[in-house]
């Protein structure tokens, strides 16, 4: 199975400030359509995942543009760039291309 | 808008089984992959099993192969996951999730003990 390896694990940031959280996966997340099928999530406490970023860098609707993906092949970057108390829950990188699916182990954001 | 519901968690011994339902509205289900995801409380997320649109290709993580079932009704827009051979570790809130894992169901938890 594929790894994905999410860090930092925790990540206390202050209102304002940026953030960001890498994802690194063991393989290359190229599919043989050319697409990269890495996915991020924010889960709030006592909610679903929400997909924040579709394929690497694409922003879902409705998601604030303070949020922005990067990355390629096997190393992917979650970045806000001025954290607000809403932000607060658990990131997920999610790797698409490789069945099983993963994800990363999570990170949680918390305020300082 | 789209909307995915499920049902049928409950507590369960282990041995036993259950049957989950997820209830699609607001897109073409039939023309959808979909997926179910597990979560212990308090851990991550890990993916179970997905089945292509017409429920002619399923796969599943090996952790529930052999026990669990993932099967779906175009005509009743309803996922199903059949589960069997209940264990302990079994125990999580389960998710399904359209094929493109945008849109995601609420969850329901499936308990397994004595």
């Known amino acids: 199975d594929v790894v994905m390896t999410q860090s930092p694990l925790s990540l206390p940031v202050t209102l304002g400030q940026p953030a960001s959280i890498s994802c690194r996966s063991s393989?290359?997340?190229?599919?043989?359509?050319?697409?990269?099928?890495l996915h991020w999530f924010q889960q709030r406490p006592g909610q679903s995942p929400r997909r924040l970023i579709d394929?690497?860098?694409n922003r879902d609707s409705g998601v604030p543009d303070r949020f922005s993906g990067s990355g390629s092949g096997t190393d992917f970057t979650l970045k806000i760039s001025r954290v607000e108390a809403e932000d607060v829950g658990v990131y997920y990188c999610l790797q698409g291309t490789h069945w099983p699916f993963t994800f990363g182990q999570g990170t949680r954001l918390e305020i300082k | 808008e789209v909307q995915l519901v499920e049902s049928g968690g409950g507590l369960v011994q282990p041995g036993g089984s259950l049957r989950l339902s997820c209830a699609a509205s607001?897109?073409?289900?039939?023309?959808?992959?979909m997926h179910w995801v597990r979560q212990v409380p308090g851990k991550g997320l890990v993916w179970v099993a997905r089945i292509n649109s017409d429920g002619s290709t399923t796969t599943y993580a090996d952790s529930v192969k052999g026990r669990f079932t993932i099967s779906r009704d175009n005509a009743k827009n309803t996922l199903y996951l059949q589960m069997n051979s209940l264990r302990a570790e079994d125990t999580a809130v389960y998710y399904c999730a359209e094929g493109g894992v945008e849109y995601w169901g609420q969850g329901t938890l499936v308990t397994v003990s004595s």
């Open positions: 393989q290359s997340l190229v599919y043989s359509d050319g697409n990269t099928y």
């Open positions: 607001g897109f073409t289900f039939s023309t959808y992959w």
């Open positions: 394929k690497v860098s």
